[in-house]
């Protein structure tokens, strides 16, 4: 398994891959998107050959506000512009994967109407990603995709897409962490994982490993029962990375503390849901596995999405505390629920 994070988009991409190196990450998880990583901006060469200088894979991520089922036609439009773009780049850069972030912003409209404009913009989509060579994966989010059920209506209508499971998101706005259901429904598609720790509720705040509720230990027992090795990236977002290397630490540990289930410690069987992403850098994009089959090479080493909340810089580094506004709620800064207002303690 690998472990990695995610560059900031307010920050040059080079100084992000550079910072990220020396901290020993395995991989980076690259978003693409404005201020300074828009997708229009970014010099894909630049970028590639930072990446390989540093031996660090790459996944691509792409923004997680696109309106790509929009009810106003010229918008959906540009969003799947924008997505096309972005998949270009990636294929520039040497991404195997990109996520997606499906839509559910259409007042007025039911759930059906969303639905299909999600699955017609990723059925315009696909051919491109097949003839750039880079897989599509769709990412679990709070309230309308998190649960196996919801995620089914679009990966039930589209079997070339992989999954991209958010822990974190799995342990918000639902009465128990959907990690296990959305694994045993569809672990043979999963290609990606971010991890990260909240408090439950609505509040996505990209908390530091044991800072919140979730169950990292049982996540990574689920994970390991599909026989998943592929990259997982901390989406701790402090402008304090030692909260980033405790939370890698932390992981290192409970990986290799959890181990292998028996039942899967011989030959993996047929039935078993197994996922990973083969990520690679080399200069030729290949084309990404079949739904369910297990990559050619396995990684053995391991790993919201947002790149940093907009946190107050000057406060003491014992604590994390959001900005505050008076004139709306505190909120993260990329994953937009509210934000909790208390202090992180140094772990």
Not at 173 to 185: C, D, F, K, R, S
Not at 213 to 224: I, M
């Amino acid at each position: 398994m690998l472990i990695g994070t995610m560059n900031h988009p307010e920050h040059p991409i080079l100084e992000e891959i550079a910072w990220m190196a020396d901290l020993g990450m395995e991989f980076v998880d690259l978003t693409l998107e404005p201020p300074a990583a828009s997708s229009w901006r970014v010099n894909a060469e630049a970028v590639r050959r930072a990446l390989e200088r540093h031996k660090l894979p790459v996944v691509g991520h792409t923004a997680w506000y696109l309106p790509m089922a929009s009810a106003i036609p010229e918008i959906r439009r540009a969003a799947l512009e924008e997505l096309k773009r972005c998949l270009e780049r990636f294929a520039e850069i040497g991404a195997k994967w990109m996520n997606i972030h499906p839509d559910r912003h259409t007042p007025w409209h039911p759930r059906e109407y969303y639905i299909e404009g999600n699955i017609e913009t990723l059925e315009r989509l696909l051919p491109l990603f097949k003839r750039y060579g880079v897989g599509l994966m769709i990412e679990n989010l709070p309230g309308e995709y998190n649960s196996a059920a919801q995620l089914g209506e679009l990966f039930g209508r589209l079997p070339e897409i992989g999954l991209h499971l958010d822990i974190g998101h799995a342990n918000l706005q639902v009465p128990h962490n959907t990690t296990g259901e959305i694994l045993e429904a569809w672990g043979t598609r999963l290609r990606h994982v971010h991890l990260h720790d909240n408090k439950g509720g609505g509040a996505d705040l990209h908390l530091p490993l044991g800072a919140g509720s979730v169950d990292v230990r049982g996540a990574l027992e689920q994970l390991k029962k599909c026989a998943y090795d592929g990259t997982i990236t901390l989406e701790v977002f402090t402008p304090d990375r030692h909260y980033l290397t405790y939370s890698r630490d932390v992981l290192r540990r409970l990986w290799q503390e959890v181990g292998v289930p028996e039942e899967i410690s011989g030959p993996i069987p047929a039935d078993t849901c197994h996922g990973g992403n083969n990520v690679s850098i080399s200069t030729q994009p290949t084309a990404p596995e079949a739904p369910g089959q297990r990559p050619n090479a396995v990684l053995l080493r391991m790993p919201r999405r947002r790149p940093a909340l907009r946190w107050e810089r000057r406060r003491a580094p014992s604590t994390i505390r959001p900005r505050r506004s008076a004139s709306k709620p505190t909120t993260c800064f990329r994953s937009g629920p509210h934000c909790d207002k208390t202090a992180i303690p140094a772990p």
